[in-house]
């Protein structure tokens, strides 16, 4: 999965990016959008497969592109205390997390240092 970072700018609605994205069909895994001084940080997850045409139309779009990279997305069990779990697990090995946030259902965006340590840790849990 690739998870890409756009800006969008102050006075830019944010639905543009998913309506963006939904007519040139395109799925999302998971998003997540926060304020910047610049406007608005918007983070998509996509299947590797659609990753460079997700990235183009956004461009084309006129949405500003600051970072992609590779991420997994880990089931959750959805109790008190799983996330934690699961960041601790993750130290164990060594990796230090660079992202973890939630996506649809019970399901987590982890990114890391050292992916494949976090890959073979949750194995079918991905």
């Not at 926060?34 to 006129?62: C, H, I, N, T």
């Not at 970072?67 to 997305?73: A, K, L, M, Q, R």
């Amino acid at each position: 999965m690739q998870d890409m970072t756009f800006i969008i700018g102050p006075n830019r609605p944010v639905a543009e990016i998913w309506a963006t994205l939904g007519a040139a069909g395109l799925g999302i895994e998971a998003a997540c959008t926060f304020p910047s001084v610049d406007g608005r940080v918007v983070r998509v997850v996509l299947a590797d497969s659609e990753a460079s045409k997700a990235r183009q139309v956004l461009l084309d779009a006129g949405f500003g592109a600051i970072d992609s990279h590779e991420v997994i997305i880990v089931e959750l069990d959805n109790r008190p205390g799983d996330l934690g779990e699961l960041a601790a697990q993750i130290d164990a090995t060594g990796a230090k997390l660079t992202t973890l946030y939630m996506a649809m259902g019970d399901r987590v965006v982890v990114g890391a240092d050292d992916l494949d340590r976090v890959r073979n840790l949750f194995g079918s849990r991905t």
